[in-house]
């Protein structure tokens, strides 16, 4: 919106083709995120206590939970409002990217508003059901893959690249569809999976939207591409934008989200930010690379699939509690230790990620 602004003033003072550069308006995003986060949070936080919408919490799970009940929940809502604006402001808005990114968050943000509405506000601890939360994200999850799928410009747009293995491309045709379904929907419920703590989920999110970023930038960078030998993928760069509201906005949410939090995310804000990490890594040809990135989000989703296995086959539980950041918090770890090291354990992940770059 202010990109088109800038051009038209351009005719006037040349001074304004700076906003053409996608590194500016990525630092402006992330302010402009940082900044609506910060100035909206205390009004939604007392909006939310106002109407009474409070965590829930397990009766089954940790006794240091228990203190928790009552908690504004749905704060998700600040986080996709940020996000939103922020995008609309600064983003070129004739890039396709933009939009499927932009909608895809906001969709799978709705499943989440309509699960916590009925559990917060009609008092329905099933909330949304689980086989209707799953058919929303598949109609969701696949209409975006389909959409990348059918308006691909070029062969490398849907072929599956292996890091560290330069010579390995796999063309995946219509499987392409398949694989972005998975990754979609997989990531998203896996980071709702790991918001069970105070911040656990959010800064691990907005770090790996950092590293997306630059894989953006370097991606729709025809030079850097070719260089680096990774896809190049025209007009990817502009969702650098994106990835710098949404760290932009997770930091301004962390800042109320950190023990002891002050609001949770809610699924509003879990489901929808996992659909985004993932349609980001799957436009960039790096869901490999977001696998590894994302290792704290696959752990916990591990966790729970081993959990369930194992009691329904042998009848017995591998952990204390699933997830697995539940494990450590019964076997003695205070709540702050719990998060910490995961944060530690993604920045490694991270790290690790950003130098397949070079790998190659």
Same mark, same amino acid.
């Given at each position: 919106m202010l990109l088109l602004l800038a051009e038209y003033l351009q005719q006037f003072h040349t001074g304004f083709g700076v906003f053409?550069?996608?590194? &500016? !308006? $990525?630092?402006?995003?992330?302010? /402009? @995120? &940082?900044?609506?986060?910060?100035?909206?949070?205390?009004? #939604?936080? !007392? /909006?939310?206590?106002?109407?009474?919408?409070g965590q829930a919490v397990r009766n089954?799970?940790?006794?240091?939970?228990?203190?928790?009940? $009552?908690?504004?929940? #749905? $704060?998700?809502?600040?986080?996709?409002? @940020?996000?939103?604006?922020?995008?609309?402001?600064?983003?070129?808005?004739?890039? !396709?990217?933009?939009?499927?990114?932009l909608a895809v968050t906001l969709a799978f943000g709705a499943i989440g508003w309509v699960d916590d509405y009925r559990k917060v506000i009609e008092k329905n601890s099933r909330g949304l059901p689980s086989r209707w939360k799953y058919f929303w994200q598949s109609v969701f999850g696949l209409a975006a893959a389909v959409f990348l799928y059918m308006t691909a410009q070029d062969p490398v747009e849907t072929t599956l690249i292996l890091p560290v293995l330069k010579d390995v491309a796999i063309p995946l045709g219509v499987g392409f569809v398949v694989l972005t379904y998975f990754v979609i929907v997989g990531t998203s419920n896996a980071v709702n999976l790991t918001d069970g703590l105070d911040g656990l989920a959010i800064l691990p999110t907005v770090m790996v939207a950092g590293a997306l970023a630059i894989f953006c930038y370097l991606s729709g960078n025809i030079k850097f591409a070719e260089y680096l030998l990774i896809p190049y993928v025209p007009g990817a760069g502009e969702l650098i934008v994106f990835c710098a509201a949404l760290v932009g906005a997770g930091l301004g949410f962390l800042w109320f989200n950190t023990y002891p939090a002050q609001v949770f995310m809610g699924d509003v804000g879990a489901l929808a930010l996992g659909a985004a990490l993932g349609t980001i890594a799957v436009i960039v040809r790096q869901e490999v690379v977001l696998f590894i990135m994302g290792g704290v989000f696959v752990m916990e989703t591990l966790s729970v699939m081993i959990q369930v296995a194992s009691f329904k086959l042998t009848g017995k539980r591998v952990f204390r509690m699933a997830p697995i950041h539940h494990h450590f918090e019964l076997k003695g770890w205070p709540e702050p230790r719990v998060i910490v090291r995961f944060w530690i354990i993604t920045v490694i992940l991270v790290l690790v990620g950003l130098a397949t770059l070079k790998l190659r």
């Open positions: 053409q550069y996608l590194t &500016l !308006r $990525g630092i402006l995003g992330v302010l /402009t @995120a &940082l900044a609506l986060s910060l100035w909206l949070g205390p009004w #939604m936080i !007392r /909006t939310l206590q106002i109407r009474q919408i089954d799970g940790p006794q240091s939970h228990l203190s928790k009940k $009552g908690t504004p929940t #749905m $704060g998700g809502a600040l986080i996709l409002t @940020a996000i939103a604006v922020s995008t609309l402001l600064w983003a070129d808005l004739a890039n !396709r990217y933009v939009w499927v990114v």
